[in-house]
């Protein structure tokens, strides 16, 4: 079974950055296609960017692009979202997940094992 472990979450002032960091158990890391999902308060939970298998495509949701790059290393099994200026709509519980199949996926029911979240807020 794999566990996703996020961290890097807080609180920031608009215009802040953030660098989330998600470590993945096991010794399958580089066979998983990862992406970053997020659910603020009475919201469904959003794409918000993914990673293939070698890092050599990424996706963004549109909200994402321009400011939030998605990156992994797959020696030390860790996928990362580096955040630069954040607004206060970026609130929200930021999860990382792993799907097994596929190189690259947007769609939340691809994606196999999922990470406890960590909690991003964005002061005004």
């Known amino acids: 079974q794999t566990r996703l472990v996020e961290s890097g979450g807080g609180l920031v002032q608009t215009g802040g950055s953030l660098r989330l960091s998600c470590v993945a158990s096991g010794r399958t890391f580089i066979y998983f296609a990862m992406g970053w999902w997020r659910q603020a308060p009475g919201k469904e939970r959003e794409f918000v960017s993914a990673i293939s298998r070698s890092a050599e495509s990424t996706y963004y949701a549109d909200f994402a692009k321009g400011r939030f790059t998605i990156s992994r290393d797959n020696t030390k099994n860790t996928v990362y979202l580096q955040m630069n200026s954040l607004k206060p709509e970026d609130t929200a519980i930021y999860y990382c997940?792993?799907?097994?199949?596929?190189?690259?996926?947007?769609?939340?029911?691809?994606?196999?094992?999922w990470g406890q979240g960590t909690q991003v807020t964005v002061s005004s």
């Open positions: 997940a792993a799907d097994r199949t596929r190189n690259i996926s947007t769609r939340h029911s691809d994606y196999d094992y």
